[in-house]
């Protein structure tokens, strides 16, 4: 389960994500500016439903315990080049 809670509205906007699975848990601050959730989600999505697609992409190449504890969106695309292009695909889910 991924649950992601909105901490601070400015800009960037401020998440705190925690990722339960099996008997374990891990807690992530994330941070993620309007232009880029915008531009990923063009505007059919909240910044929530975004970070929790991001999330799922991560799970998918990599367990929570390997996911940085604070970060910005934007860190994903340099570890992950295939972000982009693959998140439509994770929003379509949520």
């Known amino acids: 389960m991924i649950e992601v809670r909105r901490v601070a509205g400015d800009d960037p906007l401020d998440f705190e994500v925690v990722v339960r699975e099996g008997e374990g848990e891990t807690r992530h ?3 993620i500016s309007r232009e880029m959730c915008e531009r990923l989600t063009a505007g059919k999505h909240t910044p929530e ?7 799922r992409f991560l799970l998918d190449r ?3 315990e390997s996911i940085l504890g604070r970060f910005d969106a934007t860190v994903i ?8 292009r ?4 994770y929003l379509s889910r949520s």
Do not use: D, I, N, Q
């Open 77 to 84: 695309s340099r570890y992950f080049p295939e972000f982009e």
């Open 29 to 31: 601050h994330v941070t």
């Open 62 to 64: 990599e367990p929570k």
């Open 86 to 89: 693959e998140l439509p695909r």
């Open 49 to 55: 439903a975004c970070l929790e697609a991001a999330f």
